[in-house]
């Protein structure tokens, strides 16, 4: 099946080595400027802003500030734009409608090139959120976590599945592994997504150090994008920044036999 490849700025996902997402995990506006000069000089695809991190999220109007500051810090930067609500592992609880009041604003805004968005809350405004950011030029990254489990394979794919038929431009699921055998779960649930059905670039990953694996070999399963911390990790198992660059470099050697 051919699949689409997702051109952000620069980036284009869907071919190649997995890119390489640092998030941004700050609580205030000086911490954010902080962490942005430590990101000098280091080597990344794309950036994501976790939102939920910060002291001030239900003011939109100091959100989209931080969204500025970091526009105007790394103008060439493709910039994700992430609230994860506690439901699904994030810092700050927020009811559906001002969930989705601040992907529209967001959307609106210009700020970020891409934007998270639950695969479990209502489709029906998942629907208008995916047909806003069109209209304004952001990709809808429709992502679900489970951190308590691996489901089945066949599940992990009909998530992924759903997300393409909501619109999706990526499909996104994480898990939490318990065994070896569950971050296999996870591999084969991508290579099978990836062999027969998607039509959008992946991105998997089993969390955790047992899931570890799997965010460095997505260019083998199908799986187009990986985290790295730079600093604060925002997801368990995330790999330091140089080691995850060093390794991705490594396993996408034509050469190596």
């Given at each position: 099946?051919?699949?689409?490849?997702?051109?952000?700025?620069?980036?284009?996902?869907?071919?190649?080595?997995?890119?390489?997402?640092?998030?941004?995990?700050?609580?205030?506006?000086?911490?954010?400027?902080?962490?942005?000069?430590?990101?000098?000089?280091?080597?990344?695809?794309?950036?994501?802003?976790?939102?939920?991190?910060?002291?001030?999220?239900?003011?939109?109007?100091?959100?989209?500030?931080?969204?500025?500051?970091?526009?105007?810090?790394?103008?060439?930067?493709?910039?994700?734009?992430?609230?994860?609500?506690?439901?699904?592992?994030?810092?700050?609880?927020?009811?559906?409608?001002?969930?989705?009041g601040l992907?529209?604003?967001?959307?609106?805004?210009?700020?970020?090139?891409?934007?998270?968005?639950?695969?479990?809350?209502?489709?029906?405004?998942?629907?208008?959120?995916?047909?806003?950011?069109?209209?304004?030029?952001?990709?809808?990254?429709?992502?679900?976590?489970?951190?308590?489990?691996?489901?089945?394979?066949?599940?992990?794919?009909?998530?992924?599945?759903?997300?393409?038929?909501?619109?999706?431009?990526?499909?996104?699921?994480?898990?939490?592994?318990?065994?070896?055998?569950?971050?296999?779960?996870?591999?084969?649930?991508?290579?099978?997504?990836?062999?027969?059905?998607?039509?959008?670039?992946?991105?998997?990953?089993?969390?955790?150090?047992l899931g570890?694996?799997?965010?460095?070999?997505?260019?083998?399963?199908?799986?187009?994008?990986?985290?790295?911390?730079?600093?604060?990790?925002?997801?368990?198992?995330?790999?330091?920044?140089?080691?995850?660059?060093?390794?991705?470099?490594?396993?996408?050697?034509?050469?190596?036999?």
């Amino acid at each position: 099946m051919e699949m689409n490849r997702v051109s952000v700025r620069n980036v284009v996902l869907g071919e190649g080595k997995p890119k390489v997402c640092v998030p941004l995990v700050a609580r205030t506006e000086g911490e954010l400027t902080e962490q942005l000069k430590s990101l000098a000089g280091l080597n990344f695809d794309v950036l994501e802003f976790r939102a939920d991190f910060l002291d001030r999220v239900e003011e939109t109007g100091f959100v989209l500030a931080c969204c500025r500051l970091i526009r105007n810090a790394l103008p060439d930067v493709p910039l994700l734009f992430t609230f994860r609500r506690v439901e699904e592992g994030g810092e700050h609880p927020l009811e559906s409608a001002a969930y989705f009041g601040l992907l529209h604003q967001v959307a609106e805004s210009g700020l970020a090139d891409l934007l998270d968005v639950e695969l479990f809350t209502d489709e029906a405004r998942i629907a208008e959120i995916v047909s806003a950011a069109r209209q304004h030029g952001v990709k809808v990254v429709l992502c679900n976590h489970d951190f308590d489990k691996t489901p089945p394979k066949d599940e992990i794919v009909r998530r992924l599945r759903r997300m393409q038929d909501l619109g999706a431009d990526i499909c996104k699921i994480a898990v939490m592994p318990h065994s070896a055998a569950d971050v296999l779960v996870l591999l084969e649930a991508t290579q099978m997504m990836f062999n027969c059905f998607a039509k959008q670039p992946l991105v998997t990953m089993s969390m955790g150090r047992l899931g570890m694996v799997s965010r460095l070999c997505g260019e083998v399963f199908g799986s187009a994008m990986t985290f790295g911390a730079a600093g604060k990790a925002s997801a368990p198992g995330q790999v330091a920044l140089d080691d995850l660059n060093l390794i991705l470099d490594v396993l996408s050697d034509k050469k190596a036999v």
